[in-house]
Every structure is written in C-alpha cells, then in structure tokens.
C-alpha cells in the first residue's frame, strides 16, 4: 500500500513570492504521483502528474513538481504565486496494480496582496 | 469541466429523510469512487466500485448506501442521517485496475455539499 505525507498544512504566501509545497511518500513498487487543487466549493482538479519518464513535470499554470525517487519526495513549485493561486493543494499517489489514489492531509495556500 | 457531473450540488435533510446524490460520467471509466471531504479532515475514501462491482466499502455506516447500475453512473442513497454526517461528497472516476498505474488520474466532480438539520 502507498500512503502520503505532505509536510505542511498551511502555507501563506505574498503575491508575486515562489511557494513550494512539500509531499514526501511511502511506498514498496514503482509509484505515479499527482498534484491536485481544490478551489473553495469546487471537487478536486488535477494540476500534474509524475507517471514515468521525464522527473520534472509542469502544469499550465506555471506550477512544477520534481520525482524524486532516492528522497521519496514529489515537492510543488511555482516561482511566482498569484492571488488566484490560492486554494487547497492535495498530493496524491498509485502504484503498482493499486488503481485507488491515497491522498496526503492538504496544504492550504493562501496569497496575499 | 471534469466529465463528472454530481447532481444535487447542495442538499439540506432532516436525520429521516431519505435522499440520493447521483454521479454520472462519460469518460469511458470503469471505476468510481466516492470520498466524504469535511472541515480539518484529510480526504476519505468511501467506496470504490471496479466495472459495477463494490471492491471497497472503508468501514462505511450502514446509513450510507453505495448502488452502480452502470460503469457511468453511481448514486449514493442516504438516510437517517446524523449531523456529523454533514460534509462535500465528492464522486470520481478513472480507469480501471490493470493499466500498472497508467492513467489511473482520478476526475472529481464538483461535489454535493450536504448539510444535515
């Protein structure tokens, strides 16, 4: 089974400041990780996903994640936040024949001007 | 948009009545989901159903009932309701076990925000 740790719980952020998230996971087989955001009263969208390949993947938006496997981590970045930046952040991950997402606890990111 | 649409978005019950949320998806997913999302609480997991099958009941109460009559749809029926159980219900899909972890993202719908008098 694969479980997921995400280091903080709430993270405030000027405008215009970099912001990391931190996710730490445990787990036995080959692992796909994911970043989700929850806006206030919305379900969960995904932000990006780590299924093999390249470990730095980008969303749309300008937030990155790094696989790292000897660390087991999969941190959240993004260089520059805006106030529309703030919301829920979940990492998630799967492995193996596992098809179910253990999700981590949340990190609240809130922007301020 | 998603491609999971739950219906109602917001319900308000008494603790007897009898009400259903309803989760329809046409992603071609063979798995879904339902997890309860409340206030400083992580994410729990339901149920898990796998080609209408129920693989996943996470020590649910029998007042939370799980029915999938189709790979797209899958209800959630409720009744005698305590106000503990007021939370987000949110509904997911994604394909299903064997792909080794391949595609198996998760969408969310947009959640029933449940509130019980």
């Known amino acids: 089974a694969q479980s997921v740790t995400q280091l903080d719980s709430q993270v405030p952020v000027f405008e215009e400041a970099p912001v990391e998230l931190r996710c730490n996971y445990s787990s036995s087989v080959s692992v796909y990780l994911f970043w989700y955001v929850q806006y206030p009263n919305q379900g969960l969208q995904l932000l990006l996903k780590?299924?093999?390949?390249?470990?730095l993947v980008e969303s749309i938006n300008g937030f990155e994640a790094e696989f790292n496997k000897s660390q087991t981590s999969f941190h959240l970045r993004k260089p520059s936040v805006h106030i529309s930046d703030t919301a829920e952040y979940f990492c998630a991950v799967t492995g193996g024949n596992d098809y179910k997402l253990s999700f981590g606890a949340g990190t609240t990111v809130t922007v301020r001007a | 948009e998603t491609g999971v649409t739950q219906t109602p978005r917001h319900l308000v019950m008494g603790m007897t009545n009898k009400k259903s949320l309803k989760c329809e998806q046409h992603l071609g997913h063979n798995a879904m989901y339902w997890y309860k999302q409340s206030a400083k609480k992580p994410l729990e997991l339901m149920f898990v159903?796998?080609?209408?099958?129920?693989?996943e009941n996470n020590s649910v109460p029998s007042r939370f009932s799980p029915e999938c009559p189709n790979s797209s749809h899958l209800f959630l029926h409720l009744h005698t309701l305590q106000p503990e159980d007021s939370a987000l219900y949110l509904c997911?899909?994604?394909?299903?076990?064997?792909?080794?972890?391949?595609?198996?993202?998760?969408?969310f719908g947009q959640g029933t925000r449940l509130t019980v008098v």
């Open positions: 159903y796998n080609f209408k099958e129920q693989t």
């Open positions: 780590y299924l093999s390949g390249s470990t």
């Open positions: 997911a899909s994604s394909h299903p076990v064997g792909g080794y972890g391949r595609n198996t993202e998760a969408f």
